[in-house]
């Protein structure tokens, strides 16, 4: 719980400095589980939204949306293998507890959100209403 109010303290202080991560799991694609490091002894494990992007739902009514969420979330995994590490910046508190939003950068410095929006597989987003993928 300690760990907790510290990655808390951190989003809260609108902190613009970065954290490196250890990604966990691949939930769909725009969003990972990661360990976060804070500190040299201190870790926490969150979910990480990316805050840049929106992708397609696996959850959706229509099959076609379904069909490229599996895309993405695939293209997500390739580029953020389990175990890697990547860079968090301009760390946000998200709209559902347990999860944070954030700029992902590999470790080349490539921007996540960015290279999906380029290969048609998310869109631009700024965390207003989102567009449906159905077709």
């Not at 494990?45 to 099959?63: A, F, K, Y």
């Not at 968090?88 to 996540?112: E, H, M, P, S």
Request: charged share 25%; proline share 3%.
């Amino acid at each position: 719980m300690k760990y907790f109010f510290v990655l808390l303290c951190f989003i809260i202080s609108g902190n613009a400095y970065s954290v490196p991560a250890v990604v966990d799991y691949i939930f769909d694609g725009d969003t990972f589980a990661a360990t976060v490091r804070l500190d040299d002894d201190i870790t926490v494990s969150t979910r990480v939204r990316l805050m840049n992007v929106d992708t397609p739902e696996i959850h959706s009514l229509c099959e076609s949306e379904i069909k490229l969420a599996e895309k993405a979330k695939n293209r997500l995994a390739d580029l953020l293998p389990i175990g890697s590490t990547v860079e968090l910046r301009n760390i946000k508190d998200d709209k559902y507890l347990g999860r944070i939003d954030a700029y992902v950068l590999t470790n080349t410095g490539q921007d996540i959100g960015s290279i999906l929006i380029k290969e048609k597989l998310g869109r631009p987003y700024d965390g207003g209403k989102r567009e449906s993928w159905c077709q």
